[in-house]
């Protein structure tokens, strides 16, 4: 890179540090880290940027074929999907399920501010992805492990990581498991989505430890988890929404297939699903939560408990097409819901089916909200 490339380089990684201190980011540390760590030095040739937040469409991206396209996307708050189908399909295509990502700055800024990452912490990373969040570790001062499931990803992220002044310790393998000969960490991240948090993790984290991952119960999008390890359990908040490629042990294909489904209550609702699930409100069904647990060594199953003896249960599933065809909701708490907006109100009319597997549950009718099932 010429002197004029770094100048320009450097000048972009400033402007959007400082977009995002403006929306509200960041602490100290991590934003020198980016600023030390520049995100090209970690960011793929070839790939497809999803801008954060809703931002606009999703698009290619390519270093050799469009210069400048690359660099907006590289220092704009967007990930970047760097494989796709585990390496059959290119990442830069619009068809694949992504497999591997080079994460939003804005989100990994939230994240890392949870892992409260003092210097010389011990810190366990699962999922190394290009390198880049395990590079700001390293720059905080942390001493970084990374496990990454992927053999061809692990092998690129090494060579990325070459441009780092202090590469983590770099293990290729399954973070499912964690990394038991580098336990006790202080911190544990995962920068993959989990519906069940791993007991490893847990096991691997001193007592007063903290873990934080993406909880993603059902496809579309998840929370920021925070647990702080406590003897035998971790106990935590979740936090803002967060939407990352889940832990390959725990993929699925994503059918819809509840408990109890021929008992299922069917009325019908102005409330468009996808102002639950694509907004934010599914987060209604979560705002109350006082604590997630993760209990006992079997599944680690996330248990969300909230006031007055309510317990919500990941995980929280969703599927929706328009009116005319089946369309299934999660269940809200009566807590939890009020009377929809008017835009919503106004909305085609959509069948809401909940099901019996939970109690004082309310939903919303074409009028107001009654409760279905007591």
């Known amino acids: 890179m ?9 000048e972009r990684n400033r402007a959007m540090i400082e977009e995002l201190r403006a929306a509200g980011l960041f602490e100290a540390g991590v934003a020198d880290a980016m600023l030390t760590t520049p995100r090209h030095w970690l960011a ?16 290619a991206v390519n270093r050799q074929a469009d210069p400048a396209a690359w660099w907006r996307a590289v220092y704009s708050d967007g990930s970047i999907i760097t494989q796709r189908e585990d390496g059959a399909v290119a990442a830069d295509s619009a068809h694949g399920s992504p497999t591997s990502s ?3 700055p804005g989100v990994v800024a939230e994240f890392l501010e949870l892992l409260t990452v003092r210097p010389r912490d011990r810190v366990l990373e699962i999922g190394t992805g290009t390198g880049w969040t395990a590079a700001l570790l390293t720059r905080m001062g942390a001493d970084v492990t990374t496990v990454e499931i992927d053999p061809g990803v692990a092998e690129q992220a090494a060579a990325n990581l070459k441009a780092t002044s202090s590469p983590p310790h770099l293990i290729t393998g399954d973070g499912a ?12 991240h995962s920068t993959c989505a989990v519906a ?15 873990t934080v991952a993406p909880w993603q119960p059902a496809a579309g999008g998840g929370w920021k988890l925070r647990l702080t390890v406590a003897g ?4 935590g908040r979740v936090h803002g929404p967060a939407g990352y490629v889940m832990l390959r042990a725990q993929r699925s294909n994503g059918q819809w297939n509840p408990h109890h489904a021929a008992e299922a209550t069917t009325t019908r609702t102005r409330l468009d699903p996808r102002a639950i699930t694509q907004s934010g409100g599914m987060a209604l069904a979560v705002d109350p939560v006082r604590r997630a647990e993760v209990v006992g060594r079997g599944r680690g199953r996330v248990r969300l408990v ?7 249960r990941g995980p929280l599933q969703s599927h929706h097409r328009r009116a005319g065809r089946t369309t299934v909701v999660p269940a809200l708490t009566d807590s939890s819901v009020g009377r929809p907006p008017r835009h919503v109100r106004e909305a085609p009319s959509y069948r809401l089916v909940t099901l019996r597997n939970q109690r004082a549950t309310r939903g919303w009718t074409d009028t107001a909200p009654r409760t279905l099932i007591d």
């Open 2 to 10: 010429s002197t004029d490339d770094s100048t320009a380089a450097d």
């Open 44 to 59: 793929p040739d070839a790939g497809w940027l999803i801008p954060d937040r809703g931002a606009g469409p999703g698009r």
């Open 102 to 104: 080079l994460s939003a």
């Open 177 to 188: 498991a964690g990394w038991a000969e580098g336990a006790p960490y202080d911190r544990v």
């Open 196 to 210: 069940r948090v791993p007991y490893a993790w847990v096991e691997q984290t001193r007592p007063g430890g903290v």
């Open 232 to 235: 035998s359990r971790a106990v």
């Open 306 to 312: 909230g006031g007055q003896r309510r317990t919500w």
